[in-house]
Structure formats: C-alpha cells, structure tokens
C-alpha cells in the first residue's frame, strides 16, 4: 500500500516570523537575496536613523547542500550578472568563454552543418559554467552578505490567509513509509512571511498550488516543457576546446517531435552533453534518456566520446512556453520569479540570465515593500512594470511565438521561425495559441504498434556499459539519495487510474519519462491488467517530468525530506 | 539565602549515568556566573553510596531522594517524589541531563508543579542577571536563545555533550549528604515496568558473513525468500537482497546490499535472480567469489561473475539444498 507524503495534521509546529522567505536557492533565489542584501546595505548607509535588518530574510533550499540540485548546460549570458556584480567575471567558476559555435543538422548518419550559425544561437562573449559551481558560489556571497540560508529545508506547503499568502510551511522530518512519526520526528515550521518568492526552478510544487488555488494562469498560454537529460564525459584531451559550442538538430527525433542537443566544452577535458526532448510528443513509449543514447550512437557524437568516460548524469525539465505562458508575476504578499515563472528563452535556450534579472526585479520590488511596510498586491505588482519595462520583456517578445509553431512539426517550425524573425517576433499572429504537452499524447490503439518512425526512441534502452547506458546505470551517476524510509513524494491522486486505465490505454508513459526508474509496473495477478503501479521514490533527480507529462495530470510531484535529492557536483 | 540551582543526578542499578556530571558541569559554571547555591539530588533506592560519590564534588549539598518505590524506575513514582521535594526546597532552577528517563517523567513533573521545561539545551549564560538558555533550531543552523517567563522553580534539560564532564570540579571536601525518605503512595503508580529492555544486536552483520545467498526480483514472491533461506541454512550463510525485496518488505532493510544497503565482501556471495544494476554491483563486487543464476544470459551481474548459471532459479536452488546437504554429510 502506497502511503504519499503531506505534511501531517494535528500537530503542533514551531512559528518563525520572517520578512521575505525566497523559496529556492538558485540562480533566482541567490540573486534575489543578494540583490536584496544590497539595497538593505545602500538604504542603511543612508539612513543611520531607519536602519532595516536583514534578519528576517530567508533562503529555503531543498539541497543538502547549495547548488547540489542545479542542473543545465550551461551557457550564461553574462548580462544580468555584470548588473549584479560588476566585474564577476574575476572571481565567479567560469568554464570557459565561448570561442566557436557550430549548429548541425543531423540525419541518421550524416549531419549538414549550418553556414551561419542561427543569430540566436551565437553565443560569442557568452560564458560555458557549471551551474552547480556558479549557484554555489553565488550561494557563497548570499552567506557572506548575511543572509540565512536554509539548506537542507524544503517548502512543502504555502499557507493563506484569504486571498493572502502569509507564510511557508517546511517539511516534515522523520516520517515512516507509513506517515508515522519516528523517533528523530520533527515537524515542519511555519514561516509566517511579509512577503513569499517563489523561485523554485522548473514547474515549482508550491507555484502549483498558488496558481492552481486563485486559477492564476486563466488568460496564460498552457506552460509547455522540455526534458533535459544530460551526461558530463570526460574525454582524451585535444577533442574539444574548452569554449567550443556545438547544437544539433534533426536525428535522432523525426520532424514530429520538438528538440535538440547541445555539447559544450568545458576545462579540463570535460564536456557536458545533452539532449532536451519537448514533453508534446506523440507516442507515449517514447524515453528522453533513450534519445540521448540514441543521439550519442551517432557517428558524430560517437567519434567525439571514443575512448571518453561518462561521469555525471542528471536531468531535468525547462520551461519554453515563452512570453504568453507567463502566470501573473505578483500578488498579495507573493512573487514568481525564474523558471518558477518561465522565465526563459526557447529560442537561445538560456534562460539563467532572466532568472538572476528576475530575481533583482522582485528584489527591489520587496525591498521598496519593507521600506513601505506595504507588501499588498498593489505594491508587489510592481514587479511586472518593472519587467515589463527591462530588457527580459524586450528579450522575450522577440520570441513569444516561438515554441508553439514547432507543435505543428519541424518544418513548420523553422519557416515560421524564420518569418518571426524579420517580423519582430510576430510571425503569422501576435499570439500564437500552443497545447499542453500531455494532451498531445496519443493512445496506443492510434500509434502503429512497431513504433513506426519512432521506433528507435522507444522504451528502455539496454545500453553497451561504453557509450550508451541503461536507465539505472546512468541513474548511478546523477549520485541521487534520499532517506528510504519516508512516504512517497510522487503524489498519485488514484493508482486505479495507473492499474485500470493507463497501462491499457498509454501503456504506462511513466515508466519512459521518468529519468530515474521511479514509475515501475510490478507483476501482480489481483490486478486487471496483472501489474501494478509501484514507485522507487529514493531514485528520483527532481526533475518533474512526471508532474508535466502524465497523460492524466494525477501526478504531483512534492519535495521529499529537505536533503534528499541528487547530487550535481559540477553539472 | 541566595537563590539554589538544583542538579538531578539520573543513576541506572546503582551507577550514575556520564551525563550526569555533564549537568552538574554546567550547574557549577552557572552558580560561578550568578553567584546562587548549588545543590545535588540522586533518586532511587538504597544510594547512599551513590549520594557519596556526588559529594565528592564542588557543591553546597547532596540529597538521596530515598524509597524502594523507586526502583524500578516509573514516571509516576519520580514525579511524585520530587514535586513536594522540590516544593519544600524551592530551587530556582532545576537542571537535568536530557535523557531517555529525563524526557520520560520531566514534563510530567513539570506539567504537575504548572511550570514550563526549557528543553535539550546546548548552552547558558548570564546576560544582565537574565538568565538565557540556547537551544538549537533548523537541526542546528540556528540558535536561540530562551528565557523563562513564568515563576521559579524553572526546569532546563542539557543535550547530551553540551558540557564537558571531565570538568566538574572536585571539591576540597565532601559535600553534606541529607536523606529524604520520599513518601509515594502505591496507587500513584500506575506503571508496571517489566524486564529492561535491550535493543537487540543486529540480528546480523551481514560484513561478518563469510557465504552470503542473496536474493531479487526473480524470486517473484514473498513466499519463495524460504527457498533461499534453505540453501542460506544448507550453507551456513546469511541470507540476503538487492532493493526491490527490502523495498517490499519482503526482507529487513539491514539484509539490503548495495548502494543503499551494505558494502560486503565474503569469500562466497551466491546471487539469486538478481539482474545487477550497478547499485547492486558496488555493494558486493569485493566478494571473492560470485556465482550468478539468472534466467537472462546478458545479465550485467554475469559481468562481475567469477560462476555463470544462466536458468531458472527455482529449477537450480531445491536440487543444489539437496546436493549441499548430501556433501556436507558425507564430508
């Protein structure tokens, strides 16, 4: 029997009162509360006599440690950062600058290489980094400047008052499989906030519950996502520069589904390589993580990595709904900032550099509150002016229609993409309507049942142990761990569903989005169809695919016991 | 008379527990701080000596809180010695190590005298002629600090390795030593202690094993880990699995071999129906020797197999108990 985690009831928790509470420890979070620090340090030098404290200022991180949950490319724009910390370029982890970028089109064997490369993707003064390394080091300066920062915690409920969010539950420690109490129990405290910023990263567990309480996203595009599965390699030396910047498109995935691969090099003979698949696919069977095994067999890639070890694993979904899928940024007592929002550009594929904006945006914007004392929706709305009049605006309208031409096949996508591009963004229309990614996915009775063109994409991948890797065995390298004893953190509002219905229709999706091995359909004769829904919680990478992608939306994925989680050392 | 801080000291069949002296460590540095009396109480029954050994350290008085109702130890029956003690001696600060025993009868005690406990404190100090107690918040990434609001007597607990016990201070000479004959009514006992329970040893330590049978997912069900168990007896080995089987409950979570599990290394490790994903692999693939049985011939846990069966192994176990049997009786 399944028993999923909610933060138990009658019980009695520790109250801490707190002026901002920012949910999320990344590139948004840290620069949020930095970009804070400094105006409460600017305001205090000019104000002996009102002095604000910065006391009451938090960070909840998930992470036992800061950035172990940071996973992407990672290419920054260094815009936003020299905002931040002019001339952070001499102390910040930096990879490598850009010096040669390259963008193919793949067949099954061959690739075309592209004679200019796309202005989008030229990324000539852009830096490759690690994100794991910049968050810990930004994570650093936020420690330095004063600024709690709660690794390890993990917001697990938001609390209301009326339309009002007043505050952040944390998560309960020391909860059985069963839900019970264990002797080193300790329950979750209630952060009662002036002012709440979600910077979650990628579909954020309590921007959910914000958006779906006040049906927040009613005018909004649906959100679409992609899934980003990665491999760090170590390779011989001499196969690619550090700085050199390589993007494919085409093979392995056909004209009808969305996505690409980049392969960066890093120092030290280290190249991060990955393969992000959009979550509107048709066939239900199809695996991410497949088609990055899939993409590394080709003879390009398979050339590059010869001879080259695989180090690090990791995955995780991004947010490339673009401009008209952003939710309301404000409310009373609350912002969304960075992937929480979606703040990302499809188009580039980078979307740090309007995290870390963001999250000074809504800096000023809370810190114009405490000086105020007015942290009401009026007030907080002043977030959106402020990004509305920044560049992210100017950067995002450019490309609002992007993704969703691409919901209509490849060469649809880059026609208009192309028309977008002498247009200023338009295209055909102003607003391009685009689909939620799982309703896009077709029943097994509608799909031939050899997979047809798909068919090298589909289900697990077996894998040489050299160059391709099952399931498992690259799940070993994301380094992922939890506390095993503890309820489920995949929160299945009906397994019937999964036991009855999917397994026949879908044919048990889970089982290919999921990048860890979570989802598992187990042998059991009491059921209909013989198998059960069965979940490995301790494998979970956070990446929340499952939440995006099941064709029923009876997955919610919530945060574990704070500290569990991978860990993306150097990722 | 100035103010007293009185020490309760825990003893366990006649020895005082370590964390004793740890409290009595932090009394002697608070009654330095605030200039206040410090005095010393040991329950139980039949401590004099014990009430000794306390005396032999720096403070104004000992006290051997005396009745053969106290031993065993209850709740109940500490409570109730110490509330009219405590009520006719009136201390203003009663501190106590923050034991099991502590944890178990403290908040009764207080709860019945209508005060408060300040819990599982790491550090005092003075500020101001205030007294404040630091307890740790967020699993020590905070510290606060607490005061009392409410009347004397105030109770505080001290984690264990908050004060150095090695530090009590000797005295020059014994402390007095005044017996109380703590009167406690039979009826207020309501607890019936039985035999202290130990915690068991680790039913196994699977590191210790020289032949271990592990088993997986191709045992298929729960009922079919007695198989394993007989060659595991055949054998002499321990049994025991890679996740899956622990995960269901099928076997202890300390028979789980593996990355989430135990690291091994016997001279025989017998894999049943394990696939071997490198989770699995990197808990066992110090064993001397592996034999493998696996329906599947590519199995990666063929890989680190020094003996491949490649069948089924429900066809292979009950005849290899039969042969393992036979050899051992005639050897």
């Known amino acids: ?571 | 008379m100035p103010d007293t801080i009185l020490v309760i000291v825990e003893q366990r069949q006649g020895k005082l527990s370590r964390v004793s002296w740890e409290a009595l460590t932090a009394g002697q540095s608070l009654a330095a701080e605030t200039g206040w009396m410090l005095e010393a109480a040991v329950l139980g029954n039949g401590i004099a000596s014990l009430a000794g050994e306390i005396a032999s350290k720096k403070l104004s008085k000992v006290y051997a809180v005396d009745s053969p109702r106290l031993e065993p130890y209850t709740p109940d029956a500490f409570a109730d010695a110490l509330k009219p003690f405590i009520a006719s001696r009136h201390p203003k600060l009663v501190l106590m190590p923050h034991t099991y025993q502590v944890r178990d009868f403290a908040p009764k005690l207080a709860t019945a005298m209508g005060r408060t406990v300040i819990s599982d404190c790491v550090g005092c100090k003075n500020q101001d002629g205030k007294l404040l107690f630091t307890r740790q918040m967020f699993q020590g990434k905070f510290a606060a600090d607490v005061s009392f609001a409410c009347e004397a007597p105030w109770f505080v607990t001290f984690q264990n390795g908050a004060f150095r016990g090695d530090k009590v201070e000797a005295a020059a000479s014994p402390a007095p030593i005044e017996t109380i004959n703590a009167e406690i009514a039979e009826s207020a006992i309501r607890n019936r202690p039985q035999e202290v329970f130990k915690e068991a040893k680790q039913a196994v330590d699977l590191t210790q094993a020289e032949i271990i049978i592990s088993v997986g997912r191709g045992i298929k069900e729960q009922k079919n880990i007695e198989l394993a168990q007989r060659l595991a007896d055949a054998l002499g080995g321990e049994l025991a699995a890679s996740r899956p089987i622990c995960d269901s409950g099928w076997l202890p979570m300390d028979r789980q071999i593996g990355s989430s599990g135990q690291t091994v290394a016997p001279k025989l490790y017998l894999a049943l129906g394990i696939s071997g994903a490198i989770q699995h692999i990197v808990g066992m693939k110090g064993s001397r020797t592996i034999i493998a049985v696996n329906k599947d011939s590519e199995a990666p846990i063929f890989e680190v197999a020094d003996y491949a069966v490649v069948g089924n192994l429900f066809d292979i176990v009950p005849p290899l108990v039969e042969e393992v049997k036979k050899a051992k009786a005639g050897a």
């Open chain 1, 1 to 571: 029997m399944l028993v999923f985690r909610k933060p138990l009831s009658g019980i009695e928790r520790p109250q801490m009162p707190a002026d901002v509470v920012i949910v999320g420890g990344g590139p948004a979070g840290m620069a949020c509360a930095l970009r804070l620090s400094q105006l409460i340090d600017a305001h205090n030098s000019r104000n002996p006599d009102s002095q604000l404290s910065k006391e009451n200022i938090y960070v909840l991180e998930k992470a036992r440690e800061v950035g172990q949950h940071c996973l992407s490319g990672a290419l920054l724009d260094p815009r936003s950062m020299r905002e931040l910390l002019p001339g952070f370029e001499k102390e910040a982890p930096i990879e490598a600058t850009v010096s040669k970028e390259a963008v193919y089109f793949l067949s099954e064997k061959g690739k075309f290489k592209l004679p200019i490369t796309p202005p989008p993707l030229r990324d000539h003064g852009n830096y490759v980094i690690s994100l794991n390394r910049f968050v810990k080091w930004l994570g650093g300066k936020v420690e330095e400047a004063g600024i709690t920062v709660f690794t390890g915690f993990a917001g697990s409920e938001l609390r209301f008052r009326g339309s009002r969010v007043t505050g952040v539950r944390t998560d309960d420690k020391g909860v059985d499989k069963e839900g019970n109490k264990k002797s080193n129990f300790e329950p979750g405290y209630d952060l009662n906030a002036t002012i709440v910023i979600l910077a979650e990263g990628t579909r954020g567990s309590l921007t959910k519950q914000l958006i779906n309480r006040f049906n927040l996203d009613w005018n909004s595009n649906p959100q679409t996502y992609g899934q980003g599965v990665k491999e760090l390699w170590e390779l011989p030396p001499g196969r690619m520069a550090p700085g050199e910047v390589v993007y494919t498109m085409g093979w392995p995935l056909t004209t009808r589904e969305y996505g690409g691969a980049w392969i960066y090099g890093g120092k030290d003979n280290v190249v991060s390589l990955g393969f992000v698949t959009g979550l509107d696919y048709q066939d239900p069977r199809l695996d991410p993580q497949h088609v990055l095994q899939e993409f590394k067999k080709h003879p390009f890639v398979a050339a590059l990595l010869e001879g080259g070890k695989m180090i690090r694993y990791g995955a995780k979904s991004m947010p490339y709904g673009g401009w008209w899928a952003l939710p309301p940024l404000a409310g009373d007592g609350w912002m969304i900032i960075g992937d929480s929002a979606g703040l990302l550009n499809s188009q580039r594929l980078k979307g740090i550099h309007l995290a870390i904006k963001s999250g000074m945006l809504a800096a000023e914007t809370a810190f114009q509150a405490l000086v105020t004392g007015d942290s009401s929706s009026t007030a907080l709305s002043q977030f959106r002016v402020r990004v509305d009049s920044s560049w992210i605006k100017k950067e995002l309208w450019k490309v609002r229609n992007f993704h969703q031409c691409f919901e209509h096949g490849l060469w649809w996508g880059l026609f208009h993409a192309g028309l977008q591009q002498i247009t200023g963004g338009r295209g055909l229309r102003n607003r391009c309507p685009s689909t939620r990614g799982y309703q896009r996915m077709k029943k097994l009775a509608d799909l031939p049942a050899d997979g047809g063109a798909e068919a090298h994409l589909l289900g697990p991948v077996k894998g040489d142990g050299k160059l391709t890797f099952d399931k498992l065995t690259d799940l070993y390298h994301s380094g992922t761990k939890h506390e095993e004893d503890q309820p489920a953190h995949l929160v299945i509002q009906n397994t019937d569903v999964c036991n009855e219905r999917c397994i026949k229709e879908f044919g048990s999706p889970c089982q290919s989005f999921c990048p860890a091995n979570v989802y598992e359909m187990v042998d059991d004769a009491t059921q209909p169809n013989g198998k059960r829904i069965s979940l490995n919680p301790s494998n979970c990478v956070h990446c929340k695919a499952c939440d995006i992608a099941d064709p029923y939306q009876i997955i919610t994925w919530v945060p574990p016991e704070g500290g569990g989680g991978p860990n993306y050392d150097g990722m």
